[in-house]
């Protein structure tokens, strides 16, 4: 993934890597990482909580703790790279994107998941993905890190078995 | 329709440990949105606020309102004068009226203690106590935390002494439901026609100086003298009450450690605070009001949402 997103950026010139809270932001440092180790530059990181742009604070209610945003650069003209575990709705990096506008105007902004497991609710798809898989409705899709979890997995958890792939 | 924090915010006293620390958690991340160049977020979008101030305010009514406006809520104040309140209308008839014109919540400022509750009983939408005469000024009272918790850390076990005129004090009263409840220990300092009668039932230590205070504590909340609430001879005069209880750089220079310096405002220098001390290295004054906003942010955004029915209404949609 690490090389797609610099392939897709034609060199790592004006790249901005952020990971969306908190999954994506480990795993944004992990890639950021790996090609800061190969191209031997370095890589603006940061981090964005979109739980106050949800689409349903009415309904569920706000969640109990707000993660940290940390953008303390501005993004005008560069290309801005969103990092999550799961792509499921779109719902998540919809509310990213209209986070990201309200801290300037990048030239470009892209989108890695590390799992895209289908069931889009909006228009967004992904530049680059680590794997597709197909997960029923019920399903669910955890990503592991070791910063959080201890460990590094995908969990797959269908709506009838336990099952890990 | 109940919030973690259930549907009103009218004071500290029945809160429980761990919610005053989801809200002191939850206004660490809305700090930074004040520091943005664009300072808002859609959390609010379409809920309508009223600002309902009975008494006169300028800090905690503008807190408030950055706060509603910062999470793109749309609001109303409503003050005393140049409403119909000077025509004799009732505080539950001016509430009912501002509610059924849809609007979801009333911040309400009062100068008769309870009025909050008294109106948070009476109306659906979420009620939030700014100041009720002297019962309670719940969000002075989490801003005060947050900002001792910024400089002490944890505040178990942390000596705070809450010094002056605690008998007219809603904000007193915030400080010592919300300072006991994360566990830190407190202190009151004034002179006794300041202090409430049996006051140590709180659970409070009395110091009759303000040398003792000083020695004891690790951060200091100097009161406000309320002179517009004295109707009798409470003090002889401010001057001797500077001269006998005024925090002064001659007195915290002789702490035994660094002490911390909270006020809430407005301040009347050179009475219960030297000017000197006010602006001084140990003050946090201006610290406690960058920190109202962002505790005001984190309990309209707690209160807001959060609702079954429409939780209900809307299953089968994911998030």
Redesign the interface.
């Known amino acids: 993934m690490a090389d797609e997103i610099v392939e897709l950026n034609e060199g790592t010139d004006n790249l901005v890597i952020v990971g969306i809270q908190r999954r994506g932001v480990q795993l944004a440092r992990q890639i950021c990482a790996l090609i800061e180790d190969s191209e031997n530059a370095r890589i603006l990181l940061g981090s964005l909580d979109i739980t106050l742009y949800r689409d349903d604070l009415q309904t569920i209610g706000p969640r109990p703790v707000v993660g940290a945003t940390d953008i303390p650069w501005g993004i005008d003209g560069r290309n801005v790279v969103i990092v999550d575990d799961v792509l499921y709705t779109g719902r998540t990096v919809r509310a990213a994107l209209d986070e990201l506008a309200d801290f300037g105007r990048p030239a470009r902004i892209a989108l890695a998941v590390l799992i895209d497991r289908g069931g889009r609710e909006l228009p967004i798809q992904p530049d680059v993905v680590g794997k597709k898989v197909e997960v029923e409705a019920g399903g669910r899709v955890d990503v592991l890190v070791e910063d959080l979890d201890g460990r590094t997995a995908v969990v797959i958890t269908d709506a009838e078995r336990d099952d890990e792939r | 329709m109940t919030?973690?924090l259930g549907k009103d915010l009218l004071g500290l006293e029945f809160l429980s440990s761990e919610q005053i620390r989801?809200i002191l958690?939850?206004a660490?991340?809305?700090k930074?949105?004040s520091e943005?160049s664009?300072k808002?977020?859609?959390?609010?979008r379409?809920s309508t606020i009223v600002n309902l101030f009975f008494e006169n305010s300028t800090r905690t009514r503008i807190s408030f309102e950055f706060a509603e406006k910062r999470?793109s809520a749309d609001t109303v104040n409503v003050s005393a004068s140049g409403s119909s309140v000077q025509k004799g209308e009732t505080l539950v008839d001016t509430a009912r009226n501002l509610e059924a014109m849809r609007i979801d919540m009333v911040v309400i400022r009062h100068s008769a203690s309870g009025a909050a509750q008294f109106l948070a009983e009476r109306i659906e939408s979420n009620v939030i106590n700014a100041g009720d005469g002297t019962h309670e000024h719940p969000t002075q009272g989490l801003l005060d935390l947050l900002t001792l918790r910024d400089h002490l850390g944890d505040l178990t076990g942390k000596r705070v002494c809450i010094c002056g005129d605690v008998l007219h004090s809603r904000v007193a009263r915030s400080n010592i439901w919300g300072l006991k409840h994360v566990g830190a220990e407190v202190a009151v300092c004034g002179p006794r026609s300041l202090l409430p009668n049996a006051i140590e039932e709180f659970g409070v230590t009395v110091f009759e100086r303000i040398e003792e205070a000083i020695e004891w504590a690790d951060a200091l909340n100097v009161l406000r003298l309320q002179l517009e609430r004295m109707t009798a001879g409470y003090i002889p005069s401010s001057r001797e009450y500077n001269r006998v209880f005024g925090v002064s750089r001659e007195r915290l220079e002789r702490a035994p450690r660094d002490i911390l310096i909270l006020h809430p405002g407005p301040m009347n220098r050179g009475v219960e605070i030297d000017s000197d001390v006010a602006d001084g290295p140990h003050s946090v004054i201006l610290h406690q009001v960058t920190n109202g906003v962002a505790i005001r942010m984190a309990v309209l955004?707690?209160l807001?949402?959060?609702?079954p029915e429409?939780?209900e209404?809307?299953k089968g949609?994911?998030?």
């Open positions: 919030s973690a989801l958690d939850t660490e991340p809305f930074e949105i943005r664009i808002k977020v859609p959390a609010l379409g999470l955004y707690l807001a949402g959060g609702r429409l939780a209404a809307a949609g994911r998030p």
